[in-house]
């Protein structure tokens, strides 16, 4: 199994900056890809952005490009995920999820997905 536990939300002014993280436990082996997607009230969950383990690519949404960064790094027996966000507007208002994947074919597709967090509230004011 794999565990996966979100940090960092808050609430923030437009144009500033959050920084969210995400410990990934367990048994990380099985794991190839991992997320962040969102959802807010009014939309279906979206797709935010994704980076693969072996290659360490990334692949963003249109809507985040340019401003938020994901990263990948490992601590003891932990991998932390980071998503830092940058230029904030309101419209990034959001539960924000952290996903896990043991095989990937379209990272934008969160049915590929294994493992899920709890998710963590970001509400960005205007």
């Known amino acids: 199994q794999v565990q996966l536990v979100e940090s960092g939300g808050g609430l923030m002014q437009a144009g500033g900056s959050l920084r969210l993280s995400c410990a990934v436990s367990?048994?990380?082996?099985?794991?190839?890809?991992t997320g962040w997607f969102r959802q807010s009230p009014t939309k279906e969950r979206e797709f935010v952005a994704a980076?693969?383990?072996?290659?360490?690519?990334?692949?963003?949404a249109d809507s985040v490009k340019g401003r938020f960064t994901i990263s990948r790094d490992s601590a003891r027996n932990t991998v932390v995920i980071s998503l830092q966000m940058n230029s904030l507007i309101p419209e990034d208002t959001a539960v924000y999820y952290c996903?896990?994947?043991?095989?990937?074919?379209?990272?934008?597709?969160?049915?590929?997905?294994?493992?899920w967090g709890q998710g963590t509230q970001v509400t960005v004011s205007s």
């Open positions: 996903a896990a994947a043991r095989g990937v074919r379209s990272y934008s597709d969160y049915g590929n997905y294994n493992y």
């Open positions: 980076i693969n383990w072996r290659f360490r690519s990334t692949y963003y």
């Open positions: 367990g048994q990380t082996s099985s794991i190839s890809a």
